[in-house]
């Protein structure tokens, strides 16, 4: 797929999955948390037409046609530090601030990464508009689900993002993680399922009016949205999240910094 073929006055090609590649690249992420670029290879090995689905669903809802319609790119929003700043203590917009700017990461980063590779991501095409869509939320969700950058924060962020997306490149993640993390000394099989439950039972966050949401509190437009705390992370030491791919010799992952 290529830029010249995702483009709106053409039919979308036929999705097909490459678990090859997206194994590989599973590979080389386990390795190494801070490797962005295998995430979106996984993505585009496995997204097949979830992607295409999503925005079907997302014209079906009720204020999704709006924004289909719209089709505005909410990273430009994002990287708009005077609009951020307009957001008061307590806000989802406020706890997004901190988040980023505490992180050291912008929106725009994540979109210089997502082009590697691949040209399609830039189409002018309502699908690959939804595909950034996901792409650019990904922060958010951090935010409105409680989970932290950290090793397993991502594992159940991802876990989350799957029922919300059904694209099987954030199940396969959150399967190699799973898969790293068996018989350690903390809750982390559970804490990865209870992201895949938590993003189960909320509400469908892709068909969110962010600017809206921005405005909300956190705590109200968690409880609106049916965003259920993240009990088992939070029950891990901050020091134990940070796992890396391989599990010491007593069955626990490594810290990062190890």
């Known amino acids: ?12 090609p036929a999705p097909r999955r ?16 801070e490797d962005t670029r295998q995430v979106f290879e996984i993505m585009r090995a496995l997204s097949g037409d979830s992607t295409n689905k999503c925005y079907q669903r997302l014209c079906s809802t009720l204020q999704g046609g709006r924004i289909a319609y719209e089709r505005q790119e909410f990273a430009h929003r994002l990287m708009d530090d005077a609009w951020l700043d307009t957001f008061p203590q307590g806000s989802v917009g406020a706890a997004y601030r901190h988040f980023i700017r505490s992180q050291q990461i912008s929106a725009d980063g994540l979109a210089d990464v997502s082009r590697e590779g691949a040209g399609e991501i830039d189409a002018p095409h309502p699908v690959a508009w939804m595909g950034r869509r ?19 924060g991502e594992a159940c962020l991802v876990a989350f993002s799957y029922p919300q997306t059904r694209s099987l490149g954030w199940a396969l993640i959150a399967l190699g993680a799973i898969s790293r993390t ?13 992201g895949y439950q938590r993003g189960k039972t909320a509400k469908w966050l892709l068909a969110e009016d ?3 949401l921005f405005a909300e509190p956190l705590d109200q437009a968690r409880q609106r949205l ?4 993240p ?7 901050p020091e134990a999240r940070d796992i890396v791919a391989s599990p010491t010799s007593e069955g626990a992952p490594l810290p990062a910094a190890a």
């Open 1 to 12: 797929m290529t830029a010249d073929v995702l483009t709106a006055d053409r039919p979308l």
């Open 18 to 33: 490459d678990w090859g590649a997206a194994l590989r690249a599973l590979r080389r992420l386990l390795r190494n948390k």
């Open 134 to 152: 996901i792409r650019d939320v990904h922060d958010v969700w951090h935010v409105l689900s409680g989970y932290g950058r950290d090793g397993l």
């Open 182 to 194: 068996r018989g350690g000394r903390y809750p982390y099989v559970r804490a990865i399922w209870q």
């Open 210 to 212: 962010y600017e809206a």
């Open 226 to 229: 049916g965003i259920t705390p």
């Open 231 to 237: 009990t088992v992370y939070d029950s891990i030491p």
